[in-house]
């Protein structure tokens, strides 16, 4: 039986699944909201003042959305490609002194990146243009 199912997430997907009923204690008497398992049925049965209904039993699905599973999967080759180069890296020197390289010029465009977004670094237009 499934109730409620919630996520923060929105790369989470739920599917199927049922409402539930919510069912009031057993006071003795034949009330609304008793329960009992029909053996006969094998079912579970909520009394709602008239007649026994069964209760739906409900399975729900979650997976990743195709946003999500594409992102994981990008993910993974990202980091398979950089754990290969890792370890021709270790390997190679000359394949350590690119990787070296490029780490430096990663790090450069973030240094240029940061001065063109910083404040007062606005485009200045030439007078007569």
Same mark, same amino acid.
Not at 54 to 80: C, V
């Given at each position: 039986?499934?109730?409620?199912?919630?996520?923060?997430?929105?790369?989470?997907?739920?599917?199927?699944?049922?409402?539930?009923?919510?069912?009031?204690?057993?006071?003795?008497?034949?009330?609304?909201?008793?329960?009992?398992?029909?053996?006969?049925?094998? *079912?579970?049965?909520?009394?709602?003042?008239?007649?026994?209904?069964?209760?739906?039993?409900?399975?729900?699905?979650?997976?990743?959305?195709?946003?999500?599973?594409?992102?994981?999967?990008?993910?993974?080759?990202?980091?398979?490609?950089?754990?290969?180069?890792?370890?021709?890296?270790?390997?190679?020197?000359?394949? *350590?002194?690119?990787?070296?390289?490029?780490?430096?010029?990663?790090?450069?465009?973030?240094?240029?990146?940061?001065?063109?977004?910083?404040?007062?670094?606005?485009?200045?237009?030439?007078?007569?243009?």
């Amino acid at each position: 039986m499934i109730g409620n199912i919630h996520s923060n997430s929105p790369y989470i997907t739920v599917s199927g699944g049922m409402s539930n009923t919510y069912i009031n204690g057993y006071t003795g008497a034949q009330g609304v909201g008793n329960m009992r398992y029909n053996t006969t049925m094998q *079912k579970i049965e909520i009394f709602d003042g008239s007649n026994w209904i069964q209760l739906n039993m409900g399975s729900a699905g979650i997976s990743l959305s195709g946003e999500a599973d594409s992102l994981l999967n990008w993910a993974r080759q990202k980091r398979n490609e950089e754990l290969e180069l890792e370890s021709l890296a270790e390997r190679s020197p000359a394949i *350590k002194d690119l990787m070296d390289q490029i780490k430096e010029k990663q790090h450069q465009i973030k240094m240029v990146k940061t001065l063109i977004d910083s404040p007062g670094n606005e485009p200045v237009e030439m007078m007569g243009n």
